[in-house]
């Protein structure tokens, strides 16, 4: 027993009130989390512009080499800022890589359509890119947060709490933008970029570093104290300084590259980004081409399959904590079997009922963000606290580089599939209207077809306080197509031209994306069912200071 003495010699940083370290706990939980929502904003803004940028003459291939780019930078950026974030501040690392991707929207929102498709591709892209390296800075210093301030036994609870903020970051910019984007593409840019600027100020107010630079005891500690009935006394805090360990590097080949559960993690990461990031980034442009959605619906309907996500977060959070003690790998397992599932129906329920593919899309998004969330949370437990924003920076690594199936592959399978469909719906027009194939003009006659084609569907399928406007929307469309082949023929076409016209363009229309989309909605369910599979050689997966303390617990009682 040591004496009073010597006890009264040491002077040790007292602990802080409990009362003081939950109100931080929740205050780092919701601050990283709507700070992750403003990231959002400005990652995700690009997806309602890309229609508009298509009618200027950026195509899906260049759109599509954008978001690979952007995707895998990103990735990369997650993983080496990872590296970096278990060493940094978060309030300051997060809060300027914010402000910095919420300028990058600015400069893409100001690039003006009269420099030409070509140089707008190029500004924007190049934007996009940058965007992509500095949004690596928003999730690294969550982990590191939610590692250092929760403690094992509930790391699945709150790590889907938090994960809500994909799901409402993409879902509310997705709602935002549905009403902007009637103002021109710009603004899907502009206005998120503004929101998320004020965000970065409060990002900077809101966080702090670990808890034991705040006057507090070790989470664990923290926990056992107070919610494991432990009856132990807070530890005091001797000092600032952070723990002494191997060094980086050793601990990232200890904890993270020699870890093959880690590795398994990163896979799976890949095939459950492609479901996410297929549908995140190209959902309104399939919408309104392949199951003839408005755009403004898609947006929507976009919206939908985030907020069932969140349901879906915060349903896979307690079964790993509660109902399978900490298994992370074993809920994601049964959440890709669902996916499958719904991923299958939507691929073969060729409708246009906006009801119809908002509820089977609500049913992907709601299966896909549980294991989009329990990915980051298993890794970075399994990995400890020493590297856990390196480990789920690597797992999103891997997840960004599905980016190359989603962006620019995906750009390309439609595409290439479309094009002979384009070239015989081309000629075809051509020889009504009696213009040559290579006229620019024909496009110009085919579009506007098409468009007269898609106001009269929507027309006819409309409830009556709908159809007024519809009605309206024929009209015009009607005229624009007429204006288009007479300025190409130099006389007046005939009714029975104008219709045949239409009829071609719009039916071909159908067979193009026929020929294209059900590729795509085909690899979903191959990537779901890779990713079960995945999760099925790890279900008993646990965290090791999850497992320690269980084991020292039953040494105990024994």
Same mark, same amino acid.
């Given at each position: 027993?040591?004496?009073?003495?010597?006890?009264?010699?040491?002077?040790?940083?007292?602990?802080?009130?409990?009362?003081?370290?939950?109100?931080?706990?929740?205050?780092?939980?919701?601050?990283?989390?709507?700070?992750?929502?403003?990231?959002?904003?400005?990652?995700?803004?690009?997806?309602?512009?890309?229609?508009?940028?298509?009618?200027?003459?950026?195509?899906?291939?260049?759109?599509?080499?954008?978001?690979?780019?952007?995707?895998?930078?990103?990735?990369?950026?997650?993983?080496?800022?990872?590296?970096?974030?278990?060493?940094?501040?978060?309030?300051?690392?997060?809060?300027?890589?914010?402000?910095?991707?919420?300028?990058?929207?600015?400069?893409?929102?100001?690039?003006?359509?009269?420099?030409?498709?070509?140089?707008?591709?190029?500004?924007?892209?190049?934007?996009?890119?940058?965007?992509?390296?500095?949004?690596?800075?928003?999730?690294?210093?969550?982990?590191?947060?939610?590692?250092?301030?929760?403690?094992?036994?509930?790391?699945?609870?709150?790590?889907?709490?938090?994960?809500?903020?994909?799901?409402?970051?993409?879902?509310?910019?997705?709602?935002?933008?549905?009403?902007?984007?009637?103002?021109?593409?710009?603004?899907?840019?502009?206005?998120?970029?503004?929101?998320?600027?004020?965000?970065?100020?409060?990002?900077?107010?809101?966080?702090?570093?670990?808890? *034991?630079? *705040?006057?507090?005891?070790?989470?664990?500690?923290?926990?056992?104290?107070?919610?494991?009935?432990?009856?132990?006394?807070?530890?005091?805090?001797?000092?600032?300084?952070?723990?002494?360990?191997?060094?980086?590097? +050793?601990?990232?080949?200890?904890?993270?590259?020699?870890?093959?559960?880690?590795?398994?993690?990163?896979?799976?990461?890949?095939?459950?980004?492609?479901?996410?990031?297929?549908?995140?980034?190209?959902?309104?442009?399939?919408?309104?081409?392949?199951?003839?959605?408005?755009?403004?619906?898609?947006?929507?309907?976009?919206?939908?399959?985030?907020?069932?996500?969140?349901?879906?977060?915060?349903?896979?959070?307690?079964?790993?904590?509660?109902?399978?003690?900490?298994?992370?790998?074993?809920?994601?397992?049964?959440?890709?079997?669902?996916?499958?599932? +719904?991923?299958?129906?939507?691929?073969?329920?060729?409708?246009?009922?906006?009801?119809?593919?908002?509820?089977?899309?609500?049913?992907?998004?709601?299966?896909?963000?549980?294991?989009?969330?329990?990915?980051?949370?298993?890794?970075?437990?399994?990995?400890?606290?020493?590297?856990?924003?390196?480990?789920?920076?690597?797992?999103?690594?891997?997840?960004?580089?599905?980016?190359?199936?989603?962006?620019?592959?995906?750009?390309?399978?439609?595409?290439?599939?479309?094009?002979?469909?384009?070239?015989?719906?081309?000629?075809?027009?051509?020889?009504?209207?009696?213009?040559?194939?290579?006229?620019?003009?024909?496009?110009?006659?085919?579009?506007?077809?098409?468009?007269?084609?898609?106001?009269?569907?929507?027309?006819?399928?409309?409830?009556?306080?709908?159809?007024?406007?519809?009605?309206?929307?024929?009209?015009?469309?009607?005229?624009?197509?007429?204006?288009?082949?007479?300025?190409?023929?130099?006389?007046?076409?005939?009714?029975?031209?104008?219709? *045949?016209?239409?009829?071609?363009?719009?039916?071909?229309?159908?067979?193009?994306? *026929?020929?294209?989309?059900?590729?795509?909605?085909?690899?979903?369910?191959?990537?779901?069912?890779?990713?079960?599979?995945?999760?099925?050689?790890?279900?008993?997966?646990?965290?090791?200071?999850?497992?320690?303390?269980?084991?020292?617990?039953?040494?105990?009682?024994?």
């Amino acid at each position: 027993m040591s004496s009073p003495q010597l006890a009264n010699t040491a002077t040790p940083q007292p602990a802080r009130p409990d009362s003081q370290y939950e109100y931080w706990r929740w205050r780092i939980l919701f601050g990283t989390m709507i700070g992750y929502i403003f990231f959002y904003f400005v990652r995700k803004s690009i997806t309602m512009a890309m229609p508009g940028l298509e009618e200027v003459g950026v195509t899906k291939t260049t759109l599509g080499l954008f978001l690979t780019i952007h995707g895998v930078l990103y990735g990369v950026s997650r993983f080496v800022n990872g590296i970096w974030s278990d060493r940094v501040n978060p309030r300051y690392f997060m809060s300027i890589g914010l402000f910095l991707a919420a300028s990058t929207n600015v400069f893409c929102g100001v690039a003006p359509e009269s420099i030409g498709a070509t140089k707008l591709a190029w500004v924007i892209g190049t934007f996009w890119i940058i965007n992509g390296w500095v949004q690596g800075m928003g999730f690294p210093p969550c982990a590191k947060s939610l590692t250092h301030w929760f403690a094992p036994r509930e790391h699945g609870v709150k790590f889907a709490t938090w994960n809500i903020s994909h799901s409402l970051g993409a879902g509310l910019v997705f709602i935002l933008n549905s009403f902007v984007v009637g103002f021109g593409w710009h603004y899907c840019f502009l206005v998120p970029a503004a929101l998320s600027l004020s965000g970065a100020i409060f990002l900077f107010w809101a966080l702090r570093d670990a808890p *034991e630079k *705040e006057g507090f005891e070790p989470v664990e500690q923290y926990y056992e104290r107070t919610r494991g009935n432990t009856g132990l006394e807070p530890a005091p805090v001797v000092d600032a300084e952070p723990e002494k360990d191997a060094g980086c590097w +050793a601990n990232l080949c200890e904890h993270v590259f020699s870890n093959w559960a880690i590795w398994v993690l990163c896979w799976a990461n890949f095939f459950v980004y492609v479901v996410r990031f297929s549908i995140l980034d190209w959902a309104p442009t399939f919408l309104t081409q392949a199951k003839g959605v408005d755009l403004k619906a898609a947006g929507w309907t976009t919206a939908s399959y985030e907020i069932f996500g969140a349901f879906g977060i915060l349903l896979s959070g307690f079964m790993m904590d509660k109902l399978f003690r900490g298994r992370g790998a074993k809920t994601c397992f049964y959440y890709m079997l669902g996916c499958a599932g +719904a991923a299958f129906l939507f691929w073969k329920f060729n409708s246009s009922n906006l009801v119809l593919n908002a509820l089977l899309m609500s049913l992907i998004g709601f299966f896909i963000y549980g294991p989009q969330c329990l990915i980051g949370c298993v890794a970075s437990t399994v990995a400890t606290k020493k590297a856990a924003a390196a480990s789920s920076g690597l797992t999103g690594l891997f997840g960004y580089l599905s980016t190359l199936v989603t962006g620019l592959g995906v750009g390309v399978l439609v595409d290439s599939a479309t094009a002979p469909v384009k070239a015989e719906r081309d000629k075809t027009v051509a020889a009504i209207v009696q213009v040559d194939v290579e006229n620019e003009k024909l496009a110009d006659i085919v579009k506007a077809a098409e468009g007269l084609y898609d106001a009269e569907r929507r027309f006819q399928n409309a409830k009556p306080a709908k159809a007024e406007a519809l009605k309206e929307k024929v009209g015009k469309a009607r005229v624009a197509l007429i204006d288009k082949m007479s300025a190409a023929t130099g006389a007046q076409p005939s009714v029975d031209t104008v219709e *045949e016209v239409k009829k071609k363009a719009g039916e071909k229309r159908a067979d193009i994306a *026929e020929a294209g989309w059900p590729r795509v909605f085909g690899m979903l369910v191959i990537s779901s069912l890779i990713a079960a599979a995945l999760f099925a050689s790890i279900l008993n997966l646990r965290s090791p200071e999850l497992v320690k303390a269980e084991e020292e617990a039953k040494a105990a009682k024994a």
